[in-house]
């Protein structure tokens, strides 16, 4: 991701500090907090992972600034997508970056808590559902010390079983979910998505060749038996830390995700 100083302010952000930034080479600019929680790579790899076709409606739950969002439009022309937050200012953010890049007539977001989700969410009526959510359960880490980093890395009333059971309420039968997370969480996702979706594929994402995957992608669909899936995932890193030729792809070039 590259990007240029922070500014003092934007369109809709108030006194909020802003950095202006670019992912998928250029190809996506991206307006978000200067400090405190910022986009790494995992949004674009979630957004990479999900296998929307053009004109399908896709729902990013926790959208953040709409990396994901802005990623997966990128990459699947004509495709719909609608972005959940509950920080306001995350949601002016978002906003911003949907006119930044021109997507005003195919993405849009909105404010609202998934344990409270706006009425105008109707359930079932997604194609697809991804989700970031934060990947650190409450009192079993440390609290960081700015309270937008801590929503986001921190999960809040809403656990990852609650993020699990809204992410397949709202998609349609057959319809995919997608998660990215923390590998050592893997049991507690794959418990919750157990019984609900089948054709379930775990797909790590590893450092480098011989270290152990820090993160996960995980997909499955809704009310679907088939058998679930390890698949050989993606090395980040060859040895002398450049990024692979995969992930260059995804990272880069904006290319999907074959899980």
Known sequence: MSGAPADAGAPGTGALKVSD????????????????YRVAIDPVFLAAAVPAEPHQLVLDLGCGV???????????????????????????????NIILNGLE????????????????????????????????????????????RAEATIEGAADL????????????????????HRADRIDALV???AGRGGEMVVFPLWPGEGRAASRILVRARKQLAA???????????????RLSEAAEGVLRQGRGLEL
Not at 21 to 36: F, I, K
Not at 111 to 129: E, K, Q, T
Not at 161 to 180: D, E, N, Y
């Open 105 to 148: 007539t195919r993405l849009s977001v909105m404010i609202g808590d998934l344990l409270r989700p706006p009425p105008r969410l109707s359930p079932g009526a997604f194609d697809h559902v991804m989700a970031n959510p934060p990947y650190n359960e409450r009192g079993r880490s440390h609290p960081a010390t700015d309270p937008a």
């Open 161 to 180: 079983a609650a993020w699990v059971r809204f992410a397949f309420a709202m998609v349609r039968p057959h319809g995919s979910v997608t998660f990215i």
């Open 66 to 96: 709409g990396a994901a969002m802005l990623c997966l439009a990128a990459r699947v022309p004509h495709s719909r997508v609608v972005g959940l937050e509950m920080q306001r200012e995350l949601v002016r953010l978002a906003g911003d």
């Open 227 to 241: 058998p679930a899936r390890l698949a050989p995932g993606l090395v980040l890193h060859r040895p002398d830390g």
């Open 21 to 36: 930034d670019r992912l998928l080479g250029g190809r996506v600019r991206l307006r978000q907090p200067a400090e405190g």
């Open 191 to 193: 418990a919750e998505i």
